[in-house]
């Protein structure tokens, strides 16, 4: 205002012929001190609010996000205690933020009074706040503390996320041209709180879009003007219509509901189909699937029987990675001071029959481990009556089926006043059993001496087909034989003829040689030796029946003839010198010759001189 007084005065006294005026004209910037005052304002001190306030906004939405982060955990949440102060004041901050800001906003829209729109911003902001509390109240009271959980962090998000968007426009501020004399918007005017805080302006922008895209004045149609006019009606019935169908619920096939009544259960189960209830937030329902199967882990008897993949196989020299969990039996033939330790697992699988008692049965987080302790104490407490033998034999059936029924009567005990948990076990069995694994290698020396025999009996086979068939030319010929030559071995024993005898072996012989292995051969060649040896003895005896008769006939001739056909052989290889008679001669020999040519020459030589002598 002073800046436009001070504007108003310079034009006066310009229009009065002062700017004539030397001294007026050299001072004239001097004298807009409210000008210079509403520029540094724009240009330093608004921008400098700007920062601070983002600054602020970030700190503590930061330091409230990290804290207020624990509590968005159910377990550690407490709700507010006061909620119709906590209700009150949200409608206070609400109802009057809204309409400060819808005031302010419509001040704004004055050229003078534009900056305000900020402030209008920043009041639509605390009004939805407000608002959001109010919301989280009544959702709490309706039996659930989701709403006032989110709140926790939503809040300090919602802070970072306006400090942020400050930021953003005062860099956006420094690079933006503007006209001369026109001032930058200030950054703490949020545009998105700005929108809010004048909804029409919304319209208005949706309005000229429209236009554009069109070609023609779509906000000027009676159409939209109609809209425009009944939008608000129209919104509030719809919301209305919106909060009216909450009085409906549809039930799936496969669930069942519980109506809430201000967080207290009313009626009986909801079954499947439609339903009508009071609307939100008096009556909420809760959903449940009442007709899947539900597993219980797969380690009901012991934490250690963990499923391994399907790749892998369950031997029980395996080392897994968990700590193993044991269950005591009795052993096969011992006392009862004897025990043994078996690892077992066992999955339960079963379905919430009755959902009121499902419900009240115990806190939604623990009803599983609940179940699970409790079939975990009736599996140790009856295994501890049975043998190894009964679980890991033919009993494991019957052990599985008196289990089932044994955890059913402990599920049924559960419950405020015994009155059950509300589920019926569908399949509960022992899948696998393994002894702790410090004592496969016990198992598997048994395992290995047994291989060992079988390797061994077909190693023996083995060589028995190989020898048998090398021996006579199959396995089958071979057993005959065998059973042939018993049968000659009862023969002879029982003192039976010759030709029965003979009879028999030859009959042996010809199976023996009818497989053609080294028997058969060793036959064959046997009979050639036989009579090879045959036929040279008939021919010496041939022989010397002609020599017999040759000597008879003429004995000097034959004497001759014998005499000379034995010095022929013996003179074969000797050397033979012829010299003329009745002179001395001299015979020297080459010794280097071979020992038995040199033996015999010495020896001729010998003779020979001796006969020279005589």
């Known amino acids: 205002r002073r800046e436009r007084i001070e504007h108003m005065e310079a034009e006066t006294l310009a229009a009065a012929g002062a700017r004539a005026s030397s001294a007026f004209d050299e001072a004239k910037d001097d004298l807009r001190v409210a000008a210079k005052r509403l520029a540094w304002m724009h240009r330093a001190l608004l921008p400098a609010v700007s920062l601070v306030l983002a600054g602020v906004l970030i700190a503590i939405g930061y330091w409230r996000f990290v804290e207020g982060r624990k509590e968005f955990n159910p377990d550690v949440f407490t709700a507010p205690t006061n909620a119709g102060w906590t209700i009150a004041l949200g409608v206070g901050i609400g109802v009057v933020g809204f309409v400060f800001a819808r005031f302010v906003s419509g001040m704004a829209k004055q050229p003078v009074w534009s900056n305000l729109r900020g402030g209008a911003a920043q009041a639509v902001g605390a009004a939805l706040l407000g608002l959001a509390l109010v919301v989280g109240e009544f959702v709490q009271l309706a039996g659930s503390d989701v709403v006032q959980r989110a709140l926790v962090v939503a809040f300090p998000i919602a802070m970072m996320v306006g400090g942020a968007e400050i930021v953003l426009n005062f860099l956006l501020n420094l690079y933006r041209p503007r006209k001369p004399g026109e001032y930058a918007r200030p950054a703490l005017d949020s545009r998105f709180l700005g929108f809010i805080a004048a909804p029409d302006r919304i319209a208005e922008s949706i309005s000229e879009a429209l236009n554009y895209q069109f070609g023609f004045d779509v ?147 623990s009803r599983a481990s609940v179940l699970r302790a409790v079939a975990k104490r009736q599996i140790m407490s009856y295994l501890t009556t049975r043998s190894v033998d009964d ?82 030319g199959s396995v089958e010929l071979a057993r005959e034989v065998i059973e042939a030559v018993g049968e000659l071995n009862d023969l002879r024993g029982s003192g039976a003829d010759e030709g029965t005898i003979i009879e028999k072996t030859e009959a042996i012989e010809r199976l023996i040689r009818s497989g053609g292995g080294n028997a058969a051969a060793t036959l064959h060649q046997a009979r050639a030796d036989r009579w090879a040896l045959h036929m040279a003895a008939r021919a010496r005896a041939k022989e010397f029946m002609g020599q017999r008769e040759a000597a008879a006939a003429a004995p000097v001739i034959y004497a001759a003839r014998e005499y000379l056909s034995a010095l022929n052989e013996v003179l074969r290889e000797s050397r033979v010198y012829i010299v003329p008679g009745g002179t001395d001669v001299e015979v020297r020999s080459n010794l280097e010759e071979k020992e038995e040519l040199g033996s015999t020459l010495d020896q001729r030589s010998l003779n020979e001189e001796e006969g020279a002598g005589q």
Request: glycine content about 8%.
């Open 219 to 365: 906000s000027s149609s009676w159409f939209y003007r109609l809209l425009s006019r009944w939008a608000i009606t129209l919104t509030l019935i719809g919301l209305v219509t919106i909060w009216a169908m909450t009085a409906m619920v549809v039930v799936k096939p496969n669930e069942r509901a519980l109506r809430l009544r201000m967080g207290e259960l009313v009626g009986q189960p909801l079954e499947s189909g439609a339903h009508f209830k009071l609307p939100w937030p008096f009556e909420s329902v809760m959903r449940a699937d009442a007709t899947g199967i539900r597993t219980i882990g797969d380690e009901a008897g012991s934490l250690a029987s963990l499923p391994l993949n399907e790749e892998e196989s369950g031997l029980w020299v395996r080392q897994t990675e968990y700590q193993e969990e044991f269950v005591i039996v009795r052993p096969t033939g011992g006392t009862d001071r004897d025990w043994a330790l078996v690892s077992i697992e066992v999955p339960l699988h079963y379905s919430v029959a009755d959902l009121r008692k499902w419900e009240e049965f115990a806190e939604p987080e």
């Open 391 to 472: 679980i890991l034999g033919r009993a494991r059936a019957e052990v599985s089926a008196e289990l089932t029924q044994r955890i059913g009567e402990a599920f049924d005990a559960l419950g405020p006043g015994g009155q059950g948990a509300g589920v019926e076990i569908v399949f509960t069995a022992i899948e696998k059993v393994r002894p702790p694994v410090e004592t496969a290698a016990a198992f598997e020396k048994v395992v290995a001496s047994r291989q060992e025999r079988v390797r061994d009996v077909e190693r023996a086979r083995a060589a028995e087909t190989e020898r048998l068939s090398q021996a006579v």
